[in-house]
Nanobody, 121 residues
């Protein structure tokens, strides 16, 4: 059974930092493209950042709204992906979800349960 478990969410002040984790079981994240999404109250889910599979070079891409502030990474030994969030802003408040996708295989497309991030003074 495949599971993605996010952790690391919580409250932070503007300008602060949080690091989200996405721990996988049942799959090897090295072979998967990992994407972080977020959904703010009353808004649609939006893309935040992506890191391609290890075989795909592990390249990263970011939404303009987080570029230069957030960093996506993975630790293959721990089978865990991360989203380091610095210089947090109130508009970063959302539930953050990790997604693991194997190429374009819709049968191997997995989601975590989400972790809440609140940025407020």
């Amino acid at each position: 059974q495949v599971q993605l478990v996010e952790s690391g969410g919580g409250s932070a002040q503007p300008g602060g930092s949080l690091r989200l984790s996405c721990a996988a079981s049942g799959i090897m994240l090295f072979y998967y493209t990992i994407t972080w999404y977020r959904q703010a109250p009353g808004k649609e889910r939006e893309w935040v950042a992506t890191i391609t599979s290890g075989g795909g070079g592990g390249s990263t891409n970011y939404a303009d709204s987080v570029k230069g502030r957030f960093t996506i990474s993975r630790d293959n030994a721990k089978n865990t992906a991360y989203l380091q969030m610095n210089s947090l802003k109130p508009e970063d408040t959302a539930v953050y979800y990790c997604n693991a996708r194997y190429r374009n295989d819709t049968n191997r497309n997995y989601w975590g349960q989400g972790t809440q991030v609140i940025v407020s003074s």
